[in-house]
């Protein structure tokens, strides 16, 4: 019993990805299509959004949001806290981290994770997706 239930948790723990830091921040720092460096990443103000569609600090949508499971059950509240914006972040991620959207399970690479939040799950191959990486790539060789 304890032998399966120690599985379990094991196998809990390969299939959910975990983004790294840096790459939380390069996210951060260029989501708005404009390189910059990690250290630009940071929190905007309530109820501030890039025209008037992509809040907090990951330019994130209410859909992206919803998609995400709706962390911390309100969307303004939740792009201007650190922890509820990072939970949308993670739990998009987990869900777009598939076979169908990747080509395997979890774990995905930075690149991965970086193409599903910027370009949405069935728009990480496109053309416009390279080129929005290569922004993204730049941060993190930084």
């Known amino acids: 019993m304890l032998l399966a239930l120690l599985l379990l948790l094991c196998q809990q723990c390969v299939l959910s990805n975990v ?3 840096k790459c939380r921040e390069c996210i951060c720092a260029n989501t708005d299509g404009h390189p910059g460096p990690a250290e630009e ?3 905007r103000p309530y109820r501030y959004c890039f025209m008037s569609i992509y809040c907090g600090p990951y330019d994130m949508t209410h859909d ?6 709706s962390p911390g059950g309100d969307f303004y509240n939740c792009m201007v806290d650190w922890a509820c ?3 949308t972040l993670d739990n998009y991620i987990d869900r ?5 959207v990747v080509g395997h399970g979890p774990p995905c690479s930075c690149e991965e994770q970086t193409r599903i939040h ?4 069935y728009g990480i191959n496109t053309e416009h997706c390279d080129e ?3 922004v993204y790539e730049k941060c993190l060789s930084n």
């Open 132 to 134: 929005a990486w290569q």
């Open 96 to 100: 777009y981290c598939i076979q169908e």
């Open 85 to 87: 914006a990072n939970q």
């Open 41 to 43: 990443c940071e929190m």
């Open 64 to 69: 992206y949001w919803l998609d995400a499971g």
């Open 19 to 21: 983004i790294d830091e």
């Open 118 to 121: 910027h370009c949405g799950p």
